[in-house]
T-cell receptor
Framework: QQQVKQSPQSLIVQKGGISIINCAYENTAFDYFPWYQQFPGKGPALLIAIRPDVSEKKEGRFTISFNKSAKQFSLHIMDSQPGDSATYFCAASLVGGGNEKLTFGTGTRLTIIP | ETGVTQSPTHLIKTRGQQVTLRCSSQSGHNTVSWYQQALGQGPQFIFQYYREEENGRGNFPPRFSGLQFPNYSSELNVNALELDDSALYLC???????????????FGPGTRLTVL
């Protein structure tokens, strides 16, 4: 059972454009939603995260939009740069429940072209 | 501040063998989680250790086992290796306070295991 669905699988965006990656979750008990960035041969690095008590969180060029009723959240990368080319994973977890495993989406390979 | 480190970087084993992967947590962290990442997929949760005790397990068979040591370093052991065990194995450390974990998990670079 895939509890976090991520789309698109791959994305090509022109430099300076906006990259948008979407995720949907099933478990309404999830209360922590991070996005990770992974470069080839490296482990995932935390990019930005949100709790369901807010609808949007912005850190620099990265913004998470969260829709609790629709059980969806998305990552927006403004002014996309070639250095942003990487694989992005959304994830979800329960915090404080004693078993804080992250459930990941399947990933989006983002390519920023000049 | 020291980040999460893993060893070895790469490993090649044959089917039926046993393997041990190692992880050193980020300084100050007391919880470690292990994930398996197959090629082109998202990481899958294997198990988590807190204060040297297993604290949750994903859908992996008992031949996947782990240890956490008093210094919070950790090992992942896999017995009777199968071809499908070929993957990137990631450990992630976090800080739990009074049994309730904080939300941020920091990942190491991973160990690439190839089973032939």
């Amino acid at each position: 059972q895939q509890q976090v669905k991520q789309s698109p699988q791959s994305l090509i965006v022109q430099k300076g454009g906006i990259s948008i990656i979407n995720c949907a979750y099933e478990n309404t008990a999830f209360d922590y939603f991070p996005w990770y960035q992974q470069f080839p041969g490296k482990g995932p690095a935390l990019l930005i995260a949100i709790r369901p008590d807010v609808s949007e969180k912005k850190e620099g060029r990265f913004t998470i939009s969260f829709n609790k009723s629709a059980k969806q959240f998305s990552l927006h990368i403004m002014d996309s740069q070639p250095g942003d080319s990487a694989t992005y994973f959304c994830a979800a977890s329960l915090v404080g429940g004693g078993n804080e495993k992250l459930t990941f989406g399947t990933g989006t390979r983002l390519t920023i072209i000049p | 501040e020291t980040g999460v480190t893993q060893s070895p970087t790469h490993l090649i084993k044959t089917r039926g063998q046993q393997v041990t992967l190692r992880c050193s947590s980020q300084s100050g962290h007391n919880t470690v989680s292990w994930y398996q990442q197959a090629l082109g997929q998202g990481p899958q949760f294997i198990f988590q250790y807190y204060r040297e005790e297993e604290n949750g397990r994903g859908n992996f068979p008992p031949r996947f086992s782990g240890l956490q040591f008093p210094n919070y370093s950790s090992e992942l052991n896999v017995n009777a290796l199968e071809l499908d065990d070929s993957a990137l194995y990631l450990c992630a450390s976090s800080l739990a306070v009074l049994g309730a974990s904080t939300d941020t998990q920091y990942f190491g670079p991973g160990t690439r295991l190839t089973v032939l």
